[in-house]
């Protein structure tokens, strides 16, 4: 089976939020930051994982809600560790970049499957 644009870059995603905090960890960045951010970070992909295998359409659009939560959350801690942190721990464009991704697709996928729920 063809692995989904959704799946390789929010695991990419992953990859660069658990790199990006043992960095911060390494650093001795605030540990509670680091690890809500480290959450919420690897959490988008297990969602979106899980979604696969969804029990039934609503179920799947659930998962990505929730994987959409996760985005967002994971959004405020960037941001807050930008805002607070000296200029070397901001997170890469890169970081940046993925999460803004990975949120426009959760965004398309459930309008998609929202709309295709009601036909």
């Keep these: 089976m063809k692995e989904s644009v959704l799946l390789k870059k929010s695991f990419d ?8 905090c043992t ?3 390494e650093d001795k960045f605030d540990y509670i930051i680091v690890n809500q951010l ?3 970070g ?8 899980e979604a696969e295998f969804a029990q039934s359409r609503l179920d799947f659009i659930n998962k990505l809600s929730v994987a959409l939560k996760e985005t967002n ?7 807050l560790i930008e805002a607070v942190a000296k200029e070397d721990h901001a997170p890469k464009p890169t970081v940046q970049i993925l999460l803004s991704e990975i949120k426009g697709m959760l965004i398309a ?3 998609t499957a929202k709309s295709n729920l009601k036909k």
């Design 23 to 25: 960095f911060l960890r």
């Design 42 to 49: 690897t959490a988008v992909c297990a969602l979106v994982r």
């Design 13 to 20: 995603f992953s990859v660069s939020i658990y790199l990006f």
């Design 109 to 111: 996928s459930i309008k």
């Design 38 to 40: 480290m959450k919420s």
């Design 73 to 79: 959350e994971t959004i405020y801690w960037l941001e």
